[in-house]
C-alpha cells in the first residue's frame, strides 16, 4: 500500500473520531474524560453489532487485502478491482456492497482506536500534573494504556482475518478480543461514573460476598459461550440442526467431534485439507446449543440473587430481560432458517450480556467496598474487637 493511500486511510479514520469527539467537547458538564470512557464503550459495542453483520452478510473478504482495500484507501479509488472481481463472480465474496460493508467497519474500528489514543493521551497528562503537584490523578492511565494496547492486539486479529482468508480460529478469536475490548470499555466507563451513589448498608457485606463468585462464574460461563457462538458462526453451523429442541429429529444426532473442533484449519477443511464432513457442523452447533442451558441457569440465578440487593436491581434487571431476548432469538435463527436480522440481534444479544454481566461484576466490587469502608461497618468492627 502506498503511504499516501495509507495516510488517507488514517485521516478517515481520524474523520470517524472527530465527530464523538467533538460531541464529547461540546457536551455540558465538566468531566468530558468519563463521557469519552463512555463513549467508547457505546462505539465498541456498535463496532462488534456491525462486525456481526459484516460475518453474516460475508462481507469479510469484501476487499481481499488490510488495511485498504486493493492498495486503495476506501472502495471508491478500487472500483476497478472491485468491478473485476464483481463481473468474475457475481454472487462471490468481492462485490461492491460487500466491500463497503467490510471497509465501514474497518473505518469504525479505526475511529475507536484514535478515541482511545485520546483517552490514554489525556489519562497520561493528568497523572504527569498530579505527580507534579504532589497529589493524586483522578483518572489512572494503566486502564486506558491496557485498552490501547488490546487494540492494537485486536486490530492485528482483523488483519490475519483477511490474510488468512476467514480461518475460523481467527475469526474466533477477532470476535473474543472485540468482546473483551468492551468488557474493558464498559469496566472504565463504571469506574468513572458514580453508578452507585449511596454505600451499601453494612448488612449487605455478606450478601454481596456471596454474590461475587457466582457473577465470576457467570462471565467465565459466558465466555466459554461466547466462544462456542463464534465457532459456530464461523464455520457457518448455525443451520447444522434443522430444528428444535431435537438436532435433525435426534436427541444426540450423528457427531463427528475431532473435525468439528479441531481448531488450526482453512474454513470448510478438515486439517487435512479434505472438506468437512456435515457431522463435524453438527457437533459445532449441538454443544453450543446445549451449553445454552448451562449459561441460561448460571445467568438467570445471578440475575435473581443480584435482584435483591440495593444498587443492582436495574442490572438484574436487564441482565434477565437479554438473556431471555438471547434465547428466543437463538431458537427464532433456526426455527425461521436463519434471517439476517435475527441474526444480527443475537450477535448485538452476545454482546449486550457482556456489556451487563461486566457492569454487575463492577458494581458488586464497588458496592463491596464502599460497605467496607463505611464508618457503620468499621464501628461494628471496633465493637466486636474490644
Not at 250 to 274: C, N, S, Y
Request: hydrophobic share 55%.
Amino acid at each position: 500500500m502506498e503511504v499516501s493511500n495509507f495516510i488517507l486511510l488514517a485521516l478517515t479514520g481520524i474523520l470517524a473520531a472527530s465527530v464523538p469527539l467533538a460531541l464529547v467537547w461540546t457536551a455540558t458538564g465538566t468531566n468530558k474524560y468519563r463521557k469519552l470512557a463512555w463513549v467508547i464503550a457505546f462505539f465498541t459495542f456498535d463496532l462488534i453489532v456491525f462486525g456481526g453483520f459484516t460475518r453474516l452478510t460475508d462481507s469479510g473478504l469484501g476487499c481481499p487485502d488490510w488495511p485498504g482495500c486493493y492498495g486503495e484507501a476506501n472502495p471508491f479509488l478500487a472500483h476497478e478491482h472491485i468491478a473485476a472481481a464483481e463481473a468474475l463472480m457475481p454472487t462471490g465474496p468481492v462485490t461492491k456492497v460487500k466491500a463497503w460493508i467490510e471497509m465501514i467497519h474497518r473505518f469504525l474500528a479505526m475511529g475507536i482506536g484514535f478515541l482511545i489514543i485520546g483517552l490514554m493521551v489525556a489519562s497520561w497528562l493528568e497523572w504527569r500534573r498530579a505527580r507534579a503537584r504532589g497529589g493524586r490523578p483522578a483518572h489512572g492511565p494503566l486502564l486506558p494504556t491496557v485498552l490501547f494496547l488490546w487494540v492494537c492486539v485486536q486490530g492485528a486479529f482483523g488483519a490475519w482475518t483477511v490474510t488468512l482468508k476467514l480461518q475460523p480460529v481467527i475469526v474466533t478469536l477477532h470476535l473474543l478480543f472485540g468482546l473483551t475490548l468492551l468488557a474493558l470499555a464498559v469496566w472504565l466507563g463504571g469506574r468513572e461514573d458514580k453508578l452507585i451513589a449511596p454505600p451499601a448498608p453494612a448488612a449487605s457485606v455478606e450478601a454481596l460476598r456471596r454474590l461475587r463468585p457466582l457473577a465470576w462464574l457467570a462471565g467465565a460461563v459466558l465466555l466459554v459461550q461466547l466462544a462456542l457462538g463464534g465457532w459456530v458462526s464461523t464455520n457457518y453451523a448455525t443451520l447444522a440442526c434443522s430444528d428444535f429442541p431435537l438436532c435433525n429429529g435426534q436427541i444426540v444426532p450423528e457427531m463427528d467431534w475431532q473435525h468439528g473442533f479441531t481448531l488450526w484449519r482453512e474454513l470448510g477443511k478438515t486439517a487435512a485439507g479434505h472438506y468437512l464432513p456435515f457431522g463435524a457442523l453438527t457437533a459445532i452447533h449441538w454443544v453450543h446449543r446445549n451449553f445454552a442451558l448451562v449459561v441460561v441457569l448460571v445467568l438467570g440465578a445471578t440475575a435473581w440473587r443480584a435482584w435483591r440487593l440495593p444498587g443492582l436491581h436495574g442490572t438484574a434487571r436487564n441482565l434477565a430481560l437479554v438473556l431471555a431476548a438471547q434465547a428466543m432469538t437463538g431458537i427464532a435463527t433456526v426455527y425461521l432458517r436463519f434471517p439476517l436480522p435475527i441474526a444480527v440481534l443475537h450477535n448485538a444479544g452476545a454482546a449486550g450480556l457482556v456489556l451487563l454481566v461486566t457492569m454487575l461484576n463492577y458494581k458488586i466490587q464497588y458496592q463491596l467496598e464502599l460497605a467496607l469502608r463505611s464508618p457503620r461497618r468499621e464501628a461494628a468492627t471496633s465493637a466486636s474487637h474490644p
